[in-house]
């Protein structure tokens, strides 16, 4: 059997709350933590709140997911990399991408992959050897750089095993070109909406609305290659897409981005089959536990639920994941 991490990430909206959030993590015994490096006019900077959940933790890897080489130069990604190595040891990793709503938001346009690849390879140069950089992408392109440079990635393109196993492979392609031998961890992460029964299944996937916008655009805005989107969808997609609001990005509440697709609920209930997670907490971890097999992942990302300043509540969430979703932290090893 392979061990696969299992990672809680959460928004910004509050650097208090997620510190809080990252102790219970800590306590309940998961693998990591990651508060996401996103529009910085609604939430706040990242390396403040994960250079104060490194100090108050002991045990769990902590990082951003992910900043980007546009908002902040590489050099500061590194000399900060080099602090946390001081502060904690061996529990940061740097989640890195080419710049998604942390960028459009103000006005930014995402690094080229050739500018992405060029700050790695400086990165590289600076940063301590034992910090792991752990990238994001999409689509081919991207999964060709992730093979070449990453230690870890995440697949952003939902819950299709199929999708995520001919992406992977691509990463790995690459790899094996470039002559690497360190294998390349692969992730994937999803929101997970718990409800009571079956009656507030309903309500559950209505909450889920705003952050399936948000990780459908960043799947498909790009292409719908090597993807298994349906075809008769992609034009709808891509029509929707394009109205996407950065200015709301992320938001939990009072998002128009969660009505995007209001007007043709069937490819409503496409995307939120696809990138959510509803259901009892059993019906969940059955579910992850089937994709962690079928699309044989190293790593899954979790974000309990729309976010909360309720610290009661998100307790009670995570020890929920904490104690149904042990069966996902194993998987077997496919031949």
């Known amino acids: 059997m392979a061990t696969v991490e299992l990672g809680i990430v959460t928004t910004l909206a509050s650097s208090t709350t997620a510190v809080s959030m990252a102790r219970m993590v800590d306590d309940l015994g998961f693998d990591r933590f990651a508060v996401s490096d996103t529009q910085p006019l609604l939430y706040h900077a990242a390396y403040p709140a994960v250079t104060a959940a490194l100090l108050q933790t002991k045990h769990i890897k902590i990082g951003p997911n992910v900043t980007n080489p546009v908002t902040r130069h590489w050099s500061i990604h590194g000399a900060t990399a080099r602090a946390f190595e001081e502060l904690a040891p061996g529990r940061f990793f740097l989640g890195f991408g080419t710049g998604d709503g942390a960028v459009h938001s103000v006005g930014l346009k995402p690094a080229k992959l050739s500018e992405f690849s060029d700050a790695v390879i400086q990165l590289r140069r600076v940063m301590p050897k034992t910090t792991p950089i752990h990238m994001a992408f999409s689509g081919p392109k991207g999964m060709a750089v992730a093979g070449q440079l990453a230690d870890e990635v995440t697949i952003g393109v939902g819950m299709d095993a199929g999708a995520l196993r001919e992406l992977a492979g691509l990463a790995r392609a690459a790899r094996k070109k470039a002559g690497i031998a360190a294998p390349l961890k692969i992730w994937t992460g999803a929101p997970v909406y718990f409800a009571e029964s079956a009656a507030d299944v309903p309500a559950m996937r209505a909450l889920a609305g705003g952050m399936v916008a948000l990780a459908a ?106 104690k149904h979703f042990a069966r996902v932290r194993t998987r077997p090893v496919l031949a």
């Open 217 to 322: 655009r960043f799947a498909f805005s790009v292409s719908f290659e090597n993807k298994n989107v349906p075809p008769q969808f992609q034009p709808v997609l891509k029509q929707f897409l394009d109205n996407y609001a950065f200015a709301h990005h992320a938001k939990a509440e009072g998002n128009p981005n969660a009505k995007l697709f209001d007007e043709r609920p069937d490819v409503r209930d496409y995307l939120i089959d696809r990138f959510a997670v509803v259901g009892t907490p059993e019906q969940c971890a059955e579910r992850l536990a089937n994709l962690v097999r079928d699309a044989e992942l190293d790593g899954l990302w979790i974000m309990p639920g729309a976010p909360t300043s309720d610290t009661a509540e998100m307790k009670r969430r995570l020890e929920l994941v904490a």
